[in-house]
């Protein structure tokens, strides 16, 4: 079982140059997730998407975008990266309410 | 809402206990807790969904108040292997998972 497989695992970025991070899941899951996470700053929730065709604005979606392109997939894109947008960017899927969540490795991403 | 998390840090000898606190100004559907080593993903420990709940396994248990707007996990007689970093996570309606910023155990030996 892969569960969430996310890729790269390290990226570095020129500031203002686009990337899209991509998140893909094999456990049939309804919902999809993308966090970013800081030093002292805990997991903020970028976008979700509680089922396919739907996506949702989190705590901190400026800068991103992001497409749920079926079941499987959740694709978060920065169109013009910013040094700001230096972090560990994790996708995680979610089978239904009051079930848990399962992470990916996360995409280390610096962008200079 | 993100929730508040306490302490920020904790640093125990090894065969010490913690308890971490999670809470929130409104009453929550649930609350998740996760821990996460240096370097690695999140991982599942536990969830709680009923006010008064407590729940277990091991060494490592967690309740849920009867407001259900605090929770706190214990961990007893840690072991190293206890070390990371954990965060409670709250369900917000529409599958909308929000975390808090995490407290960072350390466990001498």
């Known amino acids: 079982n892969a569960g969430v497989t996310q890729t790269p695992k390290f990226q570095v970025l020129k500031t203002g140059q686009s990337m899209t991070l991509q998140c893909a899941q094999d456990?049939?899951?309804?919902?999809m997730y993308w966090y970013r996470q800081d030093p002292g700053m805990g997991l903020r929730l970028i976008y979700y998407s509680a089922s396919e065709g739907t996506t949702d604005k989190g705590e901190v979606p400026n800068g991103y975008n992001v497409s749920r392109l079926n079941k499987r997939e959740f694709s978060l894109r920065l169109e013009s990266a910013a040094p700001s947008q230096t972090s560990v960017y994790f996708c995680a899927s979610h089978p239904g309410v009051n079930q848990p969540q399962h992470f990916g490795d996360g995409t280390r991403l610096s962008i200079l | 809402q993100q929730p508040v998390q306490s302490p920020q840090a904790v640093i125990l000898r090894e065969g010490e206990d913690a308890v971490i606190n999670c809470s929130s100004s409104?009453?929550?559907?649930?609350v998740h807790w996760y821990r996460q080593k240096h370097g690695e993903a999140p991982v599942f420990l536990m969830i709680l969904l009923k006010g008064g709940e407590q729940k277990g396994h091991d060494k490592i248990s967690a309740s849920f108040n009867e407001k259900k707007q605090q929770s706190s996990l214990y961990l007893t007689a840690s072991q190293l292997s206890y070390s990371g970093t954990y965060f409670c996570?709250?369900?917000?309606?529409?599958?909308?998972?929000?975390f808090g910023q995490g407290t960072r155990l350390t466990i001498n030996p």
């Open positions: 996570g709250t369900e917000q309606g529409a599958q909308k998972l929000v």
């Open positions: 456990m049939n899951h309804n919902s």
């Open positions: 409104k009453a929550l559907y649930s």
